[in-house]
C-alpha cells in the first residue's frame, strides 16, 4: 500500500495508509474482537481506535500500532525492541500490508456490493451489513495454530497452551521495559517432540499434530506459499490445506478464508447452509457439498464476504450495530 507522512523518531517509524472508503476503523477493531479473529498478541484500547500488536516483520520482532486518523486514514506506527535502531522504510511496508491483510483496506466496497446483490438473498446481506468490512487472523500460520490448538477445549486451557508454546518455542523482545512472546514459526516448531509436548498438558493428538503439519509446511514452501495461496482458485487452495495432519474440512476454510485471507471463499457449515436455504431450496436437507458451492458460486469473486455477512447475519449482528460499538 501506498504510505505518506513518513516520520523517525527513536526506534520508531511511521506513516499513514488510507482504505478504500466506506471505512471505519473502529468497526472493524471491533469484529475483529467480536468474531474471534483477535488473539493473545492483539491489544485492542477501550475506544476501539487503537491495534498494538507484537509481531516478526521480515522475520525479526518489532511491535506494530494501527490507530484511527481523520476519515479512511490509518497511522501505522512500527518499533523496534528496547536498544535496537529505527525500522527501515522496508519493515514499514511490511507492517503496511499486514494491515491491509487484516482488514481488506484495499477492496473495492462498491465491487462487493455489485457482487453480492442480485438477487432476494443476496440483496437483504448488502441491506443488512453493507459496508461493514471484515476483519481477519493475524496471518494463515497463526489461523491454523489457533484451529489446532484451540479444538475442543475450554477457552482458559486454549489460553494457557497458547502462552506455553509462545514462551517455550517463540522468540522474545522486549518493547519499551515489557517482555513480548512471539508466536512460534513452522521452523521453531520443528525442534518440539511429543512427549515434550504432552508434559506441557496438550493431548496425545495435538501433540502429534503440531510436529507433524510444521514439517509439511516446512518440507512443501511452494504448496504452502501463503502469501501466493491468496490469488490461487480458493477451492483448490481449501483442499491443499485439508491435506494438513489435523486440519478438516470447516478449518481448512477457515484458514484459507480468514488467515491466508482469501476473497473468493464460502464456508460450507450448519450455521451458512440454514442461512441460504430458504432462498435457494425446498429445504436444508437438499443440500449436498456440491450444490452448495454451486449456490454461493454467483457470489464471487466476493464469496468470502457474502460469508461474512452471513455470519454477521445469523448471529444478529448489523453494520449499525459495529459502528455504534
Not at 498478541?41 to 507484537?54: C, F, G, I, M, W
Not at 525492541?81 to 529505527?86: F, H, L, M, R, V
Not at 509439511?216 to 490445506?241: A, C
Not at 457470489?299 to 461474512?308: G, T
Request: aromatic fraction near 10%; hydrophobic fraction near 35%.
Amino acid at each position: 500500500m501506498e504510505i505518506t507522512h513518513i516520520t523517525t523518531e527513536n526506534n520508531t517509524i511511521s506513516g499513514i495508509i488510507t482504505a478504500t472508503p466506506p471505512f471505519d476503523f473502529s468497526q472493524v477493531v471491533s469484529f475483529l474482537e467480536n468474531s474471534g479473529a483477535d488473539d493473545r498478541l492483539d491489544t485492542v484500547d477501550a475506544d476501539n481506535a487503537t491495534l498494538v500488536r507484537p509481531m516478526l516483520l521480515d522475520d525479526h520482532p518489532h511491535r506494530v500500532t494501527l490507530s484511527a486518523e481523520a476519515d479512511t486514514d490509518i497511522r501505522v506506527t512500527v518499533r523496534t525492541p528496547d536498544g535496537e535502531d529505527t525500522p527501515s522504510e522496508d519493515i514499514l511496508h511490511h507492517a503496511a500490508e499486514w494491515a491491509n491483510h487484516r482488514f481488506w483496506l484495499d477492496v473495492d466496497m462498491n465491487a462487493v456490493k455489485d457482487a453480492i446483490g442480485g438477487d432476494d438473498y443476496g440483496d437483504m446481506l448488502v441491506d443488512t451489513q453493507f459496508p461493514a468490512r471484515p476483519a481477519n487472523y493475524a496471518s494463515a500460520w497463526e489461523a491454523l495454530l489457533i484451529s489446532v490448538v484451540h479444538a475442543q477445549i475450554y477457552p482458559g486451557l486454549a489460553q494457557k497452551l497458547d502462552d506455553t508454546l509462545a514462551e517455550v518455542y517463540g522468540r522474545q523482545a522486549t518493547f519499551e521495559g515489557e517482555k513480548a512472546y512471539l508466536t512460534p514459526r513452522p521452523f521453531d516448531l520443528l525442534r518440539a517432540f511429543e512427549d515434550e509436548l504432552r508434559g506441557m498438558k496438550f493431548s496425545r493428538q495435538k501433540a502429534d499434530y503440531l510436529t507433524t503439519f510444521p514439517q509439511t509446511i516446512m518440507d512443501n514452501p511452494k504448496d504452502y506459499n501463503f502469501v501466493s495461496m491468496r490469488d490461487e482458485d480458493g477451492e483448490e487452495v481449501v483442499k491443499r490445506l485439508k491435506e494438513l495432519r489435523g486440519v478438516g474440512a470447516w478449518t481448512s476454510q477457515n484458514v484459507a478464508m480468514r488467515g491466508l485471507p482469501h476473497k473468493d471463499v464460502f464456508i460450507d457449515e450448519k450455521t451458512t447452509r440454514k442461512a441460504i436455504a430458504p432462498f435457494y431450496y425446498r429445504n436444508e436437507d437438499e443440500i449436498t457439498k456440491g450444490n452448495f458451492q454451486k449456490t454461493v458460486a454467483r457470489f464471487a469473486p466476493y464469496r468470502s464476504f457474502a460469508c461474512y455477512y452471513t455470519y454477521m447475519h445469523h448471529f444478529g449482528m448489523s453494520e449499525s450495530d459495529e459502528s455504534d460499538n
